[in-house]
């Protein structure tokens, strides 16, 4: 308890915790939107292309501040969204295609500037390198207040377009036939996935960035088939990825807070496909053996109708063998099913049809299982 | 007795936890052009694909030959949909016919002048020998048809599935298709054919088989091909079992079964 309250009482701590929350919150918000409309990598070409923009902010001001650096971080990230958004218009390179090219030039660009501004005076203090990683521990309170005041401006201004978004999103030519101006709100979109990754580029980094944008939705997805619910699930996931990933680095000696952040999304993101209560894959596996298991009874009802109409005698195990390809097992399972749902009398050298499964088979038919 | 090219035996398949095929058993001796016709999502391709051994059905089997599938695949030729093709992939005309030939050439192996008079001669009996060095996206959608018909003339096969063939063709490639079909009849071959077009059902296939999940009917064109098995085919509800008497008159005939046994 003692020690708890220690640790919240020690000032980075508490800048990191803030900052990770405020990350997590915007970024999963934002990311919901980038995954739905299935440009995920998208956040992963932004924030590799913050690199250049943040060397040449350096280079021109000479200065370390790090609103200053964003500034030219924003600038170069959403250079490189136009830039891909005319590769794709104007040639016939696909949206995969492009996005591999600009993050690779510009992050390589980025690279070369920074190996160039490294032998300049005052390098060292400025720190650029924390970009590449993220460095959590160099927050001051000054960065968490201008990254409370940017998550706050995209939060009102995912509220004031949400419907437009949600069209956006899920059908982009239908809101064109309406006369909206689909184009404006993608740029407003995009706008806002290249701040909330400028948010994060001084605690994750240029490379591990766009995690944060994807794991979230992605987890939260899983969970629910609202919009709305899926939105707010995502910026929790990402508060709660952020927070532990900061906890266990703080504890931890010499543990990278980014990539610990990181690490954390994976591990939600991992549970959430696995576990989720209808989408995840355990539930998965399971409902498709039931369904595999009450498509093969109402087969096996049918063929006994089909004796039936015929009227001769048929074993169940006749019945069973010619379907072929059933493990005694599945067998064994099958006869329980049947005889649950009382459709057939079984014995030894006869099966029959009951009442129930003559109803079952003519009235709701053989498919609907 | 004439051999059995494909035998189906109670074949039930899913496709995402649903059925899509029902209980088919099917018989098709070789020497015809058998018509697959049927609604949309009545289970065309997939019984193709099921053939072919692509997806595994979740009971019954399917025997090519007299074998299971994957003993005599060289025996088969398949012709996919042609709006499943990235044609803007840089390939030639004769790079696709010869693409029929290399399970027959081997791993490492590269194609040899006797292989291209082979892919040739292929192209050559659809007309498309002119086209043989043009890339795949400079053809119309009739010939591109017609190079992939080529393809799979190449692998010499006894067994040739197609699925839809004829969609979106000109009359020209139409025509030509035809001949092809009724060519490869003539040599004792079998052909299966997914078609659209019931307008043209008989002029074109000897043998249909009626899909709509379940299979309808299947035979030589003239016993099969009436208002009633169409009607069963296109209109009803593939879950439903319609058969002539209803649900009483099958209860009754279980009370006076359940009755007699008991006297």
Same mark, same amino acid.
């Given at each position: 308890?003692? /020690?708890?309250?220690?640790m919240?009482?020690?000032?980075t701590?508490q800048?990191?915790?803030l900052?990770?929350?405020?990350?997590?919150?915007?970024?999963?918000?934002?990311?919901?939107?980038?995954?739905?409309?299935?440009?995920? !990598?998208m956040?992963?070409?932004?924030?590799?292309?913050?690199?250049p923009?943040l060397?040449?902010?350096f280079?021109?001001? %000479?200065?370390?501040?790090?609103?200053?650096?964003l500034?030219?971080?924003?600038?170069?990230?959403?250079?490189?969204t136009?830039?891909?958004m005319l590769?794709?218009k104007?040639?016939?390179?696909?949206y995969?295609?492009? &996005?591999?090219i600009i993050l690779?030039?510009?992050?390589?660009?980025g690279?070369?500037l !920074?190996?160039?501004?490294q032998?300049?005076?005052?390098a060292?203090?400025?720190?650029?390198n924390?970009?590449?990683? +993220?460095?959590a521990?160099?927050?001051?309170?000054?960065?968490?207040?201008?990254?409370?005041?940017?998550?706050?401006?995209?939060?009102?201004?995912i509220?004031?377009?949400?419907?437009e978004? @949600?069209?956006?999103?899920?059908?982009?030519?239908?809101?064109?036939?309406l006369?909206?101006?689909?184009?404006?709100?993608d740029?407003i979109?995009?706008?806002?996935?290249?701040?909330?990754?400028?948010?994060?580029?001084?605690?994750? +980094?240029?490379?591990?960035? %766009?995690?944060?944008?994807?794991?979230p939705?992605?987890?939260?997805?899983?969970?629910t088939?609202?919009? =709305?619910?899926?939105?707010l699930?995502a910026?929790f996931i990402?508060?709660?990825?952020g927070?532990?990933?900061?906890f266990?680095?703080?504890?931890?000696?010499?543990?990278?807070?980014?990539p610990?952040i990181?690490?954390?999304n994976?591990?939600?993101?991992?549970?959430? &496909?696995?576990?989720a209560?209808e989408?995840?894959?355990? %539930?998965?596996?399971?409902?498709?053996?039931?369904k595999?298991?009450?498509?093969?009874?109402k087969q096996?009802?049918?063929?006994?109708?089909?004796s039936f109409?015929?009227?001769?005698?048929?074993s169940i195990?006749?019945?069973?063998?010619n379907?072929?390809?059933?493990?005694? @097992?599945?067998?064994?399972q099958?006869?329980?099913?049947?005889?649950?749902?009382? /459709?057939l009398?079984i014995t =030894?050298?006869?099966?029959?049809?009951?009442?129930? +499964?003559?109803?079952?088979i003519?009235?709701?038919?053989?498919?609907?299982? | 007795?004439?051999e059995?090219?494909?035998?189906?035996?109670?074949?039930t398949?899913?496709? $995402?936890e649903k059925?899509?095929?029902?209980?088919?058993?099917? @018989?098709?001796?070789?020497?015809?052009?058998?018509?697959?016709?049927?609604?949309?999502g009545?289970?065309?391709?997939?019984?193709?694909?099921s053939?072919?051994?692509?997806?595994?059905?979740l009971?019954?089997?399917? !025997?090519?030959?007299?074998?299971?599938?994957?003993?005599n695949r060289?025996?088969?030729?398949?012709?996919?949909?042609?709006r499943?093709i990235?044609?803007?992939?840089?390939?030639?005309?004769?790079e696709?016919v010869?693409?029929?030939?290399?399970?027959?050439?081997?791993?490492?192996?590269?194609? =040899?002048?006797?292989?291209?008079?082979?892919?040739?001669?292929?192209?050559?009996?659809?007309?498309?020998e002119?086209?043989?060095h043009?890339?795949?996206?400079?053809?119309?959608?009739?010939?591109?048809?017609r190079?992939?018909?080529?393809?799979?003339?190449?692998q010499?096969?006894?067994?040739?599935?197609?699925d839809?063939?004829l969609? +979106?063709?000109?009359a020209?490639?139409?025509?030509?298709?035809?001949?092809? &079909?009724?060519?490869?009849k003539?040599?004792?071959k079998?052909?299966?054919?997914?078609h659209h077009?019931?307008?043209?059902?008989?002029?074109?296939?000897?043998?249909?088989?009626?899909? =709509?999940?379940?299979?309808?009917?299947?035979?030589?064109?003239?016993?099969?091909? $009436?208002k009633?098995n169409?009607?069963?085919?296109?209109?009803?509800?593939?879950?439903r079992?319609?058969e002539?008497?209803?649900?009483?008159?099958?209860k009754? @005939?279980?009370?006076?079964?359940?009755? %007699?046994?008991?006297?």
């Amino acid at each position: 308890m003692l /020690w708890g309250s220690y640790m919240l009482n020690d000032y980075t701590l508490q800048m990191v915790l803030l900052g990770s929350i405020i990350l997590g919150i915007t970024s999963g918000m934002v990311g919901t939107f980038a995954v739905l409309r299935k440009q995920s !990598l998208m956040g992963d070409a932004i924030s590799h292309s913050a690199l250049p923009g943040l060397v040449i902010a350096f280079l021109l001001t %000479s200065q370390s501040a790090s609103y200053i650096l964003l500034i030219g971080a924003f600038a170069a990230s959403l250079l490189s969204t136009f830039i891909m958004m005319l590769i794709v218009k104007y040639s016939n390179i696909t949206y995969d295609g492009a &996005l591999a090219i600009i993050l690779s030039v510009f992050f390589g660009m980025g690279m070369v500037l !920074l190996s160039v501004a490294q032998k300049l005076p005052g390098a060292s203090q400025a720190g650029l390198n924390k970009f590449l990683f +993220g460095r959590a521990a160099s927050i001051l309170y000054a960065d968490v207040i201008m990254m409370l005041g940017l998550g706050i401006l995209v939060l009102f201004i995912i509220i004031l377009f949400w419907k437009e978004f @949600k069209l956006l999103c899920f059908n982009n030519d239908f809101g064109e036939s309406l006369g909206l101006p689909m184009m404006f709100f993608d740029i407003i979109l995009t706008s806002l996935l290249v701040i909330s990754i400028i948010i994060g580029l001084q605690m994750v +980094g240029v490379i591990l960035m %766009s995690v944060m944008i994807i794991a979230p939705p992605v987890a939260a997805r899983q969970w629910t088939n609202k919009l =709305n619910k899926m939105i707010l699930l995502a910026g929790f996931i990402g508060a709660l990825a952020g927070v532990g990933g900061s906890f266990i680095s703080s504890i931890v000696p010499r543990m990278p807070t980014g990539p610990t952040i990181v690490i954390m999304n994976f591990i939600i993101v991992l549970i959430s &496909l696995v576990l989720a209560f209808e989408r995840g894959l355990l %539930s998965r596996i399971i409902r498709r053996k039931q369904k595999i298991n009450s498509i093969l009874a109402k087969q096996i009802l049918f063929d006994c109708y089909k004796s039936f109409k015929k009227e001769e005698i048929i074993s169940i195990k006749q019945i069973m063998d010619n379907l072929i390809l059933l493990s005694a @097992k599945k067998k064994k399972q099958l006869r329980y099913y049947l005889l649950k749902k009382g /459709w057939l009398l079984i014995t =030894n050298d006869k099966t029959e049809i009951t009442k129930k +499964g003559l109803e079952e088979i003519l009235e709701r038919g053989v498919l609907c299982a | 007795m004439t051999e059995i090219v494909l035998d189906i035996q109670k074949v039930t398949m899913i496709y $995402n936890e649903k059925p899509v095929l029902w209980d088919l058993n099917i @018989k098709v001796p070789a020497g015809h052009i058998i018509g697959i016709i049927g609604p949309n999502g009545a289970g065309k391709s997939t019984l193709l694909k099921s053939i072919l051994g692509i997806i595994k059905p979740l009971t019954g089997r399917i !025997l090519l030959f007299g074998k299971n599938n994957k003993a005599n695949r060289k025996r088969v030729a398949y012709v996919p949909q042609r709006r499943i093709i990235d044609w803007n992939f840089p390939i030639s005309v004769l790079e696709v016919v010869m693409m029929g030939l290399y399970k027959k050439i081997g791993w490492f192996k590269r194609p =040899n002048t006797k292989d291209k008079t082979i892919a040739m001669e292929a192209l050559k009996k659809l007309g498309m020998e002119k086209y043989s060095h043009r890339q795949i996206d400079q053809l119309s959608g009739g010939e591109q048809q017609r190079v992939f018909l080529a393809r799979a003339l190449v692998q010499e096969a006894d067994l040739y599935i197609m699925d839809e063939p004829l969609q +979106g063709v000109d009359a020209v490639t139409e025509k030509a298709i035809i001949a092809l &079909l009724n060519e490869l009849k003539k040599q004792g071959k079998t052909v299966i054919v997914v078609h659209h077009d019931l307008q043209t059902v008989t002029e074109y296939f000897d043998w249909l088989i009626l899909l =709509n999940v379940k299979c309808i009917v299947y035979g030589p064109k003239e016993e099969v091909f $009436n208002k009633q098995n169409l009607k069963e085919t296109y209109e009803k509800e593939a879950i439903r079992i319609d058969e002539q008497n209803g649900l009483e008159e099958d209860k009754n @005939k279980l009370m006076t079964k359940k009755i %007699s046994v008991m006297g």
